[in-house]
């Protein structure tokens, strides 16, 4: 048997409970919300008021999973004589991954005997969750330690991130768009088509006007570079637009795609740099 556990991090947009069924540990990253600090996992905030909150003009604001948080949760794994593959949010969206790397280099001092092996994914929100998912299904087949963190590797360049969000106001603040670019697509009603690079950086490729057109579009990169249509797993987020989510699967389904395996919710944490509305589709492809 395996001897080792499999962490994550909030950034990943799995619900706690199905990480906990999967048996994936979890670190959370904290969000500040009309000057109050909130923690993802444990924040008793509805998603839906997260971002009708939003909606009301209100900001959040994100902030890293610090290095001692990762210490304190890695080490009772350690303590129990399992080792860790830890797979991070992108180090081209936070500091977070970058943390629990130090944490990991201070515990292995500390525990010599134990391995622990940690992963800049370049992936986020349900990506991420993708990831996880087909690396813990490799650790249930038998692979070990460093057979999953290999494969975990390999896959990465190849895992796919297609966005577009409602409102581009949010990708303003963050500085994603400038502020001319958010009034005339406001007006105009242009989407953003966005996808995370080969970096881990979220960047714009493309513009469609109209919701209708740019989920099209969303699923129209999932037919045009998916490494398996029809058979391949496939992952949704959303930002509190489940309607849209599930337009966009049945829009796949019908188009003799694969279903959808997983529609999650776009987390406080991506969620407060791309706004109520956004849509994410998430896919192995021949490349990003």
Same mark, same amino acid.
């Given at each position: 048997?395996?001897?080792?556990? %499999?962490?994550?991090d909030?950034?990943?947009?799995?619900?706690?409970?199905?990480?906990?069924?999967?048996?994936v540990?979890?670190?959370?990253?904290?969000?500040?919300?009309?000057?109050?600090?909130?923690?993802y +996992?444990?924040?008793?905030?509805?998603?839906?008021?997260?971002?009708?909150?939003?909606?009301?003009?209100?900001?959040?604001?994100?902030?890293?999973?610090?290095?001692?948080?990762?210490?304190?949760?890695?080490?009772?794994v350690?303590?129990?004589g399992?080792?860790? +593959?830890?797979?991070?949010?992108?180090?081209?969206?936070?500091?977070?991954?970058?943390?629990?790397?130090?944490?990991?280099?201070?515990?292995?001092?500390?525990?010599?005997?134990?391995? %622990?092996v940690?992963?800049?994914?370049?992936?986020?929100?349900?990506?991420?969750?993708? +990831?996880?998912?087909?690396?813990?299904?490799?650790k249930?087949?038998?692979?070990?330690?460093?057979?999953?963190?290999?494969?975990?590797?390999?896959?990465?360049?190849?895992?796919?991130?297609?966005?577009?969000?409602?409102?581009?106001?949010?990708?303003?603040?963050?500085?994603?768009?400038?502020?001319?670019?958010?009034?005339?697509?406001?007006?105009?009603?242009?989407?953003?088509?966005?996808?995370?690079?080969?970096?881990?950086h979220?960047?714009?490729?493309?513009?469609?006007?109209?919701r209708?057109?740019?989920?099209?579009?969303?699923?129209?990169?999932?037919?045009?570079?998916?490494?398996?249509?029809?058979?391949?797993?496939?992952?949704?987020?959303?930002?509190?637009?489940?309607?849209?989510?599930?337009?966009?699967?049945?829009?796949?389904?019908?188009?003799?795609?694969?279903?959808?395996? %997983?529609?999650?919710?776009?987390?406080?944490? %991506?969620?407060?740099?791309?706004?109520?509305?956004?849509?994410?589709?998430?896919?192995?492809?021949?490349?990003?």
């Amino acid at each position: 048997m395996s001897n080792y556990v %499999i962490f994550t991090d909030s950034a990943c947009d799995i619900v706690p409970s199905l990480l906990a069924e999967w048996g994936v540990h979890c670190v959370s990253l904290a969000f500040r919300f009309d000057h109050i600090d909130r923690d993802y +996992l444990n924040d008793d905030m509805p998603i839906k008021e997260f971002y009708q909150n939003m909606r009301d003009g209100h900001v959040a604001k994100t902030n890293a999973v610090n290095s001692e948080t990762f210490r304190a949760t890695f080490e009772p794994v350690l303590a129990q004589g399992q080792d860790i +593959l830890y797979l991070g949010f992108s180090s081209g969206l936070s500091t977070t991954y970058q943390q629990g790397k130090v944490a990991a280099e201070d515990l292995a001092a500390q525990y010599p005997d134990r391995k %622990i092996v940690t992963i800049d994914t370049l992936c986020a929100s349900a990506g991420e969750g993708l +990831l996880v998912k087909l690396v813990l299904d490799r650790k249930n087949a038998g692979a070990t330690l460093e057979e999953a963190a290999e494969y975990a590797q390999s896959l990465i360049p190849r895992l796919a991130h297609w966005f577009t969000v409602e409102d581009l106001v949010y990708l303003k603040r963050g500085g994603r768009v400038s502020p001319a670019v958010a009034l005339v697509g406001g007006m105009l009603n242009i989407k953003p088509i966005m996808h995370v690079d080969d970096e881990g950086h979220l960047i714009k490729v493309g513009t469609i006007r109209g919701r209708k057109a740019s989920l099209k579009a969303l699923a129209d990169k999932l037919f045009e570079t998916a490494e398996d249509v029809a058979g391949g797993t496939f992952f949704i987020s959303h930002g509190d637009c489940e309607d849209d989510a599930n337009a966009l699967a049945a829009m796949i389904r019908e188009r003799g795609g694969n279903d959808i395996q %997983i529609i999650t919710n776009v987390g406080t944490v %991506i969620g407060a740099h791309s706004g109520p509305g956004t849509m994410a589709l998430f896919f192995l492809a021949k490349q990003r």
